[in-house]
């Protein structure tokens, strides 16, 4: 399907339409400038140490010692990345990387494929899920070897390149072997697009890439082909990415002239507006969007736009609170830094950033354990709300600055059915290891199955599912109690339903079973169907 990018709605200056991570501007170099009295000192130490220190010190890993402490001491979010560790660090926002092509867990120190990414390079020389990979060319991949790094290391590569894999596969006796080449593996951060019923879609956006806007175009526009007139956004656990992607998403749903982000800097290069042009798709669309603690960054761009410009509610628990723009430069040796170069606002004038300190006072870092301790994940009048911050949206409605958006609905975290017994199964992962053992004993039978509802009909039923679990728990050093279990009965059999779905049928049918008993998503869906949504007045003050 086509994408669409509308490209005329920055307003000031062009270099935010590149902006990334939080907001976060990449690719530019550094500059020499004239040394200040501190970097001459500097250079001086570096001197010093490299010709007279008792041991002949290598002055670059020194400096890759140093680094990383001089920029934690300016704010939480300003990091050194290693020359080493750069591809890494930009592929996971890149959209693609180079490998073979298949999501994987780590089961019984042994790597078992869970997916094999569509028309990639494992698919084509013909690996299927369920698949256990016990050695990349001569790297055996079991026991203490079977890491997920251990897993990058050896799968991933550049293009064009050849690993030899060896598969155990249940359905052959002796292990199979495969060339396969390396190929371009997308990452998509769309994690699934459904419909909930006939006319409301869901879509779950796991990070904000390059590739982002267009598969969430895309995702919106297939579902109102099949009838959405009314839309879920998932934002929840997404933790930001590219700043443009989340501009372009907000101005599918804003009409003209309508602000979506500012930022402000010490210097004018870093300060920036972006504001809608009326050219999106859903402008009169019912929509609304989950958060929780773990949506940061872009995602708080994207919510921010959205409840400001009243066009949206937000539902779930209030965001993480990061509103710093990072500039990414790269030094001379391939490495780089981020510094954080300016501050993000929404439109009524919001800052999200949350307080921190400068250096290492570890308050910042226990935050969210902070909110834990005081109830705020499960009452929403534990929730610290700076009344000297109030600012208004567009249509009159009061909001509040000070870390992260509020929602408008809040929903506490869902604990029902947590008990101990279900924590002890939970601990020593027994859910996914016996999910994994369901899905390989029907696998074959699943070969035809190609939606939830028909893999349900198939997998025993709920009773003898609950209590074959149990005896296998109790083999596996979890005695059986069933005060406990009847109470955590509901949410491990929901849980363990949508790993077998994933080890079925991919990711995005996990994530589907899961949310049909999700409060969030129910209270969202609540919310368009009794049409809740704020009704936007032609004109709004900030306080």
Request: proline letters at 4%.
């Amino acid at each position: 399907m086509k994408s669409k990018r509308n490209l005329g709605l920055v307003l000031l200056p062009v270099a935010l339409a590149v902006g990334t991570v939080g907001g976060m501007f990449i690719g530019s170099y550094v500059t020499r400038t004239q040394y200040s009295v501190g970097e001459e000192k500097l250079k001086t130490v570096l001197g010093l140490i490299q010709r007279e220190y008792v041991d002949e010190v290598d002055v670059d890993s020194l400096l890759d010692t140093l680094f990383p402490e001089l920029l934690g001491s300016l704010d939480p979010h300003s990091v050194y990345i290693p020359a080493s560790e750069l591809t890494d660090v930009n592929s996971e926002l890149d959209g693609a990387f180079y490998g073979v092509g298949v999501s994987f867990q780590i089961l019984n120190d042994t790597v078992v494929v869970s997916e094999v990414v569509a028309d990639g390079p494992a698919e084509k020389v013909g690996l299927q899920a369920g698949d256990k990979i016990v050695k990349a060319d001569t790297t055996s991949l079991t026991g203490k070897n079977a890491t997920t790094e251990m897993v990058y290391k050896t799968l991933r590569g550049p293009e064009g390149t050849k690993v030899n894999l060896e598969i155990v596969r249940r359905s052959s006796a002796k292990p199979l072997k495969y060339e396969v080449i390396r190929g371009e593996v997308p990452q998509n951060s769309v994690d699934v697009a459904y419909m909930i019923d006939d006319s409301i879609g869901y879509v779950r956006i796991s990070k904000f890439a390059r590739t982002t806007y267009d598969e969430f175009y895309n995702a919106l526009t297939e579902l109102s082909r099949k009838g959405a007139d009314r839309f879920v956004l998932d934002l929840r656990g997404n933790q930001g990415g590219y700043m443009e992607q989340a501009i372009l998403m907000a101005n599918e749903f804003l009409p003209a002239g309508r602000l979506i982000v500012y930022t402000k800097g010490r210097i004018p290069d870093n300060e920036s507006l972006a504001a809608s042009d009326g050219t999106g798709s859903f402008i009169d669309t019912p929509v609304t969007v989950l958060t929780d603690e773990f949506s940061a960054s872009a995602s708080e761009i994207l919510a921010g736009a959205l409840q400001d410009n009243d066009r949206a509610l937000i539902i779930g628990r209030r965001t993480f609170g990061k509103g710093l723009v990072q500039n990414q430069m790269t030094l001379p040796d391939s490495s780089a830094i981020r510094l954080t170069v300016a501050r993000y606002f929404t439109p009524s004038g919001r800052s999200i950033q949350k307080e921190y300190k400068r250096g290492h006072d570890g308050k910042y870092e226990m935050d969210l354990m902070d909110r834990y301790a005081r109830g705020e994940f499960y009452n929403v009048d534990s929730i610290k709300v700076d009344k000297s911050k109030a600012f208004t949206t567009f249509g009159g409605r009061t909001v509040y600055g000070g870390g992260g958006i509020m929602p408008d609905y809040f929903v506490p975290s869902d604990t029902v059915g947590y008990t101990s017994w279900y924590a002890q199964v939970n601990d020593q992962g027994l859910i996914p290891k016996y999910a994994f053992s369901v899905a390989e004993r029907y696998r074959d039978m699943m070969k035809g199955v190609r939606s939830i509802d028909q893999m349900m009909k198939i997998i025993p039923r709920d009773e003898t599912l609950l209590n074959n679990f149990v005896s296998y728990a109790a083999a596996n050093g979890v005695p059986a109690r069933w005060y406990y279990i009847n109470q955590s009965r509901d949410l491990l059999l929901r849980e363990l339903k949508a790993v077998i779905a994933r080890d079925i049928l991919g990711f995005s049918s996990y994530i589907e079973v899961l949310n049909r008993k999700d409060p969030v998503l129910d209270r969202a869906v609540k919310a368009l169907q009794q049409n809740e949504m704020p009704l936007p007045k032609e004109s709004g003050k900030k306080k």
